[in-house]
């Protein structure tokens, strides 16, 4: 969908440059004098200032967010390494609880990045999905009943490590419930065809004007998927590699 959409706005900037050149041969003389095209080249200047500003601003803010959400996830698999450390530690009773852990661990695995990356659905990354798991974890740890100080110890731990994961799992769903703001996006979109048009008023037709706006019509576009793709870190062609989670992984369970 994000490369149909960026795909298409690289199209229109394309035309609207297009149309540019052709407006330009069709005004008459005085609407292309030496006046007249110093006042089209401030505004162009001014509107190419503010979509470098925008757009730039906005693949930074896009890129903050890819490493927001990979921080989360690397913070999650650590937690999730201290949690099967604390119940290995309480004792052998635990043992069912950790290996049942791993297992919901690797369909996470499989759903994000395995064979049913495929199948993923934006509905399995927000918050109703993992709150029955989350219940059953509170439950579990709570359901201890530690005889010794160090039993206790490692009770309160895991206790402790639990309440971190579910406010990482939680905070990564709900940042990723609206990561674009779409009026902005149109808005620096229509600034990309007006100026697009600009350059046309300002150019002659030739191949390779025309070139160039093919060219800054990739820009555009591509820079809109940036901003797409680094906004879906899950899902994207930008995805999160699962380094850590592997990592993690491996760890547990042993």
Request: aromatic share 10%; with cysteine; proline share 5%.
């Amino acid at each position: 969908m994000e490369t149909v959409i960026c795909v298409g706005i690289a199209a229109l900037a394309f035309g609207f440059g297009v149309a540019g050149l052709y407006l330009q041969k069709l005004l008459p003389d005085h609407h292309t004098s030496d006046r007249s095209r110093d006042m089209i080249g401030a505004i162009v200047g001014l509107i190419s200032l503010l979509l470098a500003l925008v757009l730039g601003t906005l693949v930074g803010s896009s890129y903050v967010f890819y490493s927001t959400q990979k921080s989360e996830l690397e913070t999650f698999a650590s937690r999730a390494i201290q949690l099967d450390l604390a119940l290995a530690e309480y004792g052998p009773e635990t043992t069912p609880a950790r290996v049942r852990m791993k297992q919901t661990l690797e369909v996470i695995y499989d759903t994000f990045w395995g064979k049913n990356a495929g199948r993923l659905t934006p509905e399995s990354l927000t918050v109703a999905p993992v709150i029955p798991h989350l219940k059953q974890m509170d439950e579990y740890i709570a359901g201890l009943t530690p005889q010794t100080p160090m039993q206790r110890q490692f009770a309160s731990a895991a206790s402790v490590h639990a309440s971190l994961i579910e406010q990482t799992r939680l905070l990564i769903s709900l940042q990723l419930a609206s990561p674009v703001s779409w009026p902005l996006v149109v808005i620096v979109v229509s600034w990309a065809l007006i100026l697009f048009l600009g350059y046309g008023l300002l150019s002659r037709v030739n191949s390779t004007t025309v070139m160039a706006l093919g060219f800054g019509a990739f820009a555009v576009g591509s820079a809109v998927f940036l901003v797409l793709e680094l906004s879906a870190p899950f899902t994207g062609f930008c995805r999160i590699p699962p380094g850590a989670f592997e990592q993690m992984l491996a760890a547990i369970g042993t």
